[in-house]
Each structure stands twice: as C-alpha cells, then as structure tokens.
C-alpha cells in the first residue's frame, strides 16, 4: 500500500538537487526525491559490498522498504538496526519494527521489543490496557459484516466521504497519466483525482468528482458538511499549472475550502492553517460542524503525523489556532485520517497497540481537549496491514474503510461494513447453590428454551455452579436449572431485539432430595415431625400446619413429585373409631395441600389405617407410656414414581 503512506508522511511534490557520482549520494537523492525503489536497489548494493554497513544505509533500506509497504522485507532491516543499538535506536524505529513484525505475524516478537522499551515508562500501562482490551475484543464475534466492493481498481482507490443518495466520494489513481505525462515519484502511479460512487450499484461506474476544479496534481481526502453545500479537500500547492515547492523544495499539501453545488466546487480558498513549510490533510468535520479536525506534520509535534483541531465560524472558515489533540491521542508514531461520530474520535494509528501496520482506533471526546484512551476497533476493521480512513453512519448501522489487507483487488482497496442483526442480545450469568446448605451446586444442567426456537441448548455450570448463558434476542426464554436428586427450578427471561446490559449474579437455588425425603425400607418418605391434632378432631391446627408446610416445600420443588397419604392412631379407643377418625385426618391433610395449590392428581390417595398397622408392641390390652403411644399416632407422605429421580 503507498499511496495511504504519501499521505502518512504529508508530503506531496519533488526536491530539486544537484547530481552526485557517487552511489550513495545517488541513493539519498532517491530516498529525498521519494523514489524509494530506486534508493532500495542502490542501498541494497551498497550494504552487500561491505559486512558493517553504515547505520544511514540500513537506516534508510528500511524506511524506503517501510514507505514502500513492503513490511516485510522493512522489519530485516529494522531488526539490524535493533541488533546493533537495542533500546537506543528511538522510539520511532521501535515502532515500525513493532508493525512490521506484526505484519508478518510474529506477534510475541513484537511484543517482546514493544514491553521492553516502555518498561519503565507510565506509557507502559496504556499500552497494557489496550492490549487488554483488544484481547478480549478478538474472543468475541464480531457485530460487523465487511464486504468487497466492486468498483475497486487495480491502483490505489481510499478516503471515501458520504456524498448524497447513497454516494459516496472516494480519492483514487484509477484515471490515466496526467499533468504532461508525469507521475508520482514514490509510487510510480498518476496523481491522486476524486471520484463519486453508488457503491450500492456494483453497474455504477465511477466518474469524477468536481471535475471543474481538479488540479493537475493530488486532489484527495475530502469531507463535506452535512448539508453537502461545503466541502473541505486536499490538495497541492500549485500555481499556474506548476507545484509550488517550500524553500527544501518540498510541495506540501494543504486543506481548500468550497462552496459545492450540483456536483461542481467554486468560491475555493486556502484556510489559515495552511503552510507551505509543512503539510494539513485528512480534514474531519465535528457532529455539530463547529470544528475541523485535521492531520498535520507541523512542528511541535509528538511524532511524524499528528491530529489537530480547530473551530469553524458559521461559515465554515477558521477562527482558531490549531490544538493537538494531546498525549492520549497522538504519539510518536503516525495519527491521522480523524472521523468523528457522536463525540466520539475516530482515527489510525501505528503508535497504538494493534495488529500491524496502521489500525483504526476510536476515542471518546470528554471534553475540547481530554480525549479517552484510545481502543483498538479489532476485527473486521483492523488486519495486519493497513487499515484506514473509516466512516460510519450516526447510528453505527454501516460505512466504509480503506485497507491494503490481503485479498483486496489493488493497492489499497475501499471496503463496506454493515452491523449485523444480533443473535444474542443477553449474557445472563449467575451461579447455582444448595437451598439448604447455600453451597455451589458443581455441574447443575440447565436448558434454554423458547417457543421460536424449542430447546436451544443444554448447558452445564462448572464445578464451582457458575453458570453464563447467551440469550437469544426477541424470546421468551424460559431456563430451566436442575440435577439427579435435585429440585427443578424454572425461570423465564425476556429479551429485546437489541443488545442489552449484561444481567449478573443471578442466584438459583435448588433444593437436595435427600434433605426432605428419607428412606423407610422400602419407601421415600417426605421427612416430617408427628402432626398433631386436638383430641377426637381432624381440623388442622397451627402446630400441625408448621409439618404440614413442609410437605408442601418438598412437592413444590420437585413438580413430578406425587404422594400417597397414610395416617395412623395409636391402640387406644375402638378399632372402628380409630380408622374413622384417621382416615378423616388423612382426607383433611389432602384438602390443606390441594387448597395450598398441590395438583389433586399428585395426590393418588389419602388414607387411615386407624391402629393396623402399629410400628411398637403398644396394641390393645398392652400398657404404655404416653409417649410410647404418640410414635403410633403418624402421618406418612410417601413418595410414589417421582419422575425428577428418573434422570
């Protein structure tokens, strides 16, 4: 990708200077004169001549290999100079190792040499928090689906800028040779032109754009107002059909203004901040359009391009200084190609951590001059090569970016990206515990239902019974938490059809069946103390309703749960009586339950067996203590097929 890196340097023209003989004042003309190809070839002669080449030739082989995109070959000379003069060797030069590396995906190599120069820097703790950030970024999905696009060339197509109905403006060398046959030294490609384009059409064939104001040099990087009646553009320094070149001989860029109307530009001027000794760029306009934002390699800086703001009169002119956006944002890397959304910055940069080469960043606008820690935007946006100049709509739905990632079709090439519909709008997390003990629950199984989709999944908390479950957007979702031996409890959950906040420690207690049911030979028996009736009665008391409730617990947290009732008396009184007065305690204690909610097909029978079936030697005629009797005088709940043990 070069044309991206003509504009990361911000510098647009030639330098005249007198011929040398010798090779290595040739191969500095070449690298000063921007014809990197021609630097490489004589540098790379030159240090292959000699096993210690100067620190200038390997200096230069790797900024003309790194100018050129080839970051490959960029990072072995990079590399040399890092063998030769470790943390010496600047920040500058660890940065572009650091993107080279990542270039070609050696990535703990990176970082290495990146974590060791800021070691002992506070610059340290911003980078480790973005790598934080950018980590966790590449464990999700992304929310966006990038897309080609079809009007794409060969060369070098970047920058777009909303146009109207759906068109966008985009700068591009796709156009024939022009200015009398010359082309660009750095690149070997025709000067920069506008184009516009209905990317929604992939029939549109890009035309120009403004055709009546083009110069016969690079004419790029626009921005309009929202009313698409002003537009800010990039161009050179000329006159008279000529480049107007700085005392080096430099012609540098600088932002116009215009008036736009059907489709053609008039009434351009200079703005202000314009200076032929340095370049201003990449104009970016505020939500409100009070204030440009703009790329400059203007002196003061923090390092070979910076992000500047300044105000804007009503009419769009400057009323200003330039502000630098300051520390958070700029660092001694390159900065550049601002957007801005909503109070938020967005931009590229290689002096933040990323993935390689430039990576789109995005930074929240606290105040005019205090900026958020920027946060690299992950994939699909960023690659390992260069990713730049993004746009995107006010409510975030889609726009576009340039990168000269691998796959594209030339140079550089103009993306689209649009945010998917969401799949799951929820993460609803908590952890499971013991009713009784309020312990973890290791391993509780939980289904995720809805009437749409059926059963979705069957998830398992971990030992510890945290549990985290990704809920589907625009459901009724119904969880449903259990275990072999224990209760079933079931929650429903609503979701929206958008993104919500995370719901966090959401506690589910499930009760142990071993807690409340026993095993008497035989059978499981809901464990209860005696129930107690007033004498010669079968109306429920208070004290036989505290046993009573716990019945009622034990079927409400296992629903499959159905139970026989047998009720008993002790030896004294008449046999007949005895079985009568059970069996109406027995149908007394079904009705509590049913009136309680209890299903009455749960309850298949509720009987008294009067003094038949004695558990002691306390039978008629038999003397015995009070209390001996009482042990006779029982109400059994016995647990009949409980399918929830059936699992």
Known sequence: MKIKLLFTYLVFGAVFTSYSQTKETRANEYFENFKYDKAIELYTDIANRTRKPEISVIQNLADSYFNMGDYTNAEKWFSKLYVLKGNEVGENNIIKLVQCLKADLDVDRANEVLFSYYEDQDRLKMILAQQKNLDSLLLTDSKYQMDTLSFNSPKSDFSPAFYR?????????????????????????????????????????????????????????????????????????????????????????????????????????????????????????????????????????????????????????????????????????????????????????????????????????????????????????????????????????????????????????????????????????????????????PFANIEVKNSKDGLREILLADENGNYEIQLPCDRQNRLVFFKERYSKKTILVATTKEPQEPSFNNVIYLTPYDMIVENDGNVDKIIVDPIYFDYDKSTITSRAEIELKKVLFAMQQFPDMRIKIESHTDSRGSDSYNLKLSDDRAKSTRDYLILKGIEQDRILSAAGYGETMLINECRNGVKCSDQEHLVNRRSDFIVINNKELSK
């Not at 506008?194 to 790029?220: C, G, M, W, Y």
């Not at 929202?226 to 070149?245: P, Q, V």
């Not at 900026?371 to 975030?396: V, W």
Request: proline share 4%; charged share 25%; with cysteine.
């Open 165 to 441: 109905d759906g068109k966008i403006v985009f700068s591009s060398t796709r156009d024939s040779i022009k200015a009398g046959g010359k082309i660009y030294p750095w690149n070997n490609q025709p000067y920069l032109d506008l184009f516009v384009t209905q990317p929604a059409n992939i029939f549109d064939i890009p035309e120009k754009f403004a055709a009546n104001r083009l110069s016969d040099f690079h004419d790029a990087s626009v921005v309009l107002s929202k009313d698409k009646e002003r537009i800010y553009i990039t161009r050179n320094y000329f006159k008279k059909g000529k480049l107007e070149a700085n005392k080096e001989g430099l012609s540098n860029m600088q932002i116009v203004k215009g008036s736009l109307y059907n489709g053609e530009v008039n009434d351009v001027i200079s703005l202000s901040i314009n200076n032929k000794e340095y370049s201003c760029g990449h104009p970016a306009l505020s939500s409100n359009g009070r204030y440009l934002y703009f790329t400059s390699n203007m002196p003061g800086g923090f390092g070979g391009s910076d992000i500047y703001v300044v105000a804007l009169s009503r009419e769009g002119d400057v009323v200003s200084e330039p502000m630098n956006l300051g520390a958070s944002v700029n660092t001694k890397g390159r900065e550049m190609f601002p957007y801005i959304v909503n109070d938020v910055l967005y931009f590229s940069s290689d002096g933040h951590y990323g993935l390689g080469g430039l990576d789109l960043f995005k930074s929240k606008i606290i105040s005019k001059n205090e900026y958020s820690l920027p946060f690299n935007m992950g994939k699909p946006f960023n690659s390992n090569m260069d990713d730049f100049s993004l746009i995107i709509k006010d409510d975030f739905a889609k726009g576009y970016f340039a990168s000269n990632r691998m796959g594209g079709v030339g140079d550089d090439d103009i993306y689209s990206f649009e945010k998917m519909a969401p799949v799951d709008c929820l993460t609803y997390s908590g952890q499971v515990l013991n009713e009784l003990t309020k312990e973890p629950i």
